[in-house]
Nanobody, 124 residues
Framework: QVQLVESGGGLVQTGDSLRLSCKASGRTGSTYSMGWFRQAPGKEREFVAA????????NYADSVLGRFTISSDNVKKTVYLQMDNLKHEDTAAYYC?????????????????WGQGTQVTVSS
């Protein structure tokens, strides 16, 4: 099993920045990639960004490209999501997830383990 704990969410204003963290523990050797997803009220959960533990292959949803940066620290087993120039539509619960795969990372089904989520609220 792999445990994931997110932190760093909060209430900010439009244009502000936040950095989310996700600490992985347990059998992390069974995971290859890490991703962030988000779910706004009344909407389906959607892909935000993904990266592998070596820091390679970052990819992003079009809605966050150029504003969000995902990174990983393989020693600390922590993945980060730097969110800049936040918009009201970024308001959502953000979830960290771990995958044994290196492809199909935009799909929820590619991930085996999920965190409990951290809330990000951007006031306009």
């Amino acid at each position: 099993q792999v445990q994931l704990v997110e932190s760093g969410g909060g209430l900010v204003q439009t244009g502000d920045s936040l950095r989310l963290s996700c600490k992985a523990s347990g059998r992390t050797g069974s995971t290859y990639s890490m991703g962030w997803f988000r779910q706004a009220p009344g909407k389906e959960r959607e892909f935000v960004a993904a990266v592998n533990w070596s820091g390679g292959g970052p990819n992003y949803a079009d809605s966050v490209l150029g504003r969000f940066t995902i990174s990983s620290d393989n020693v600390k087993k922590t993945v980060y999501l730097q969110m800049d120039n936040l918009k009201h539509e970024d308001t959502a619960a953000y979830y960290c997830a771990a995958s044994p795969r290196n492809i199909g990372l935009g799909l929820e089904s590619s991930y085996r383990y999920w965190g409990q989520g951290t809330q990000v609220t951007v006031s306009s």
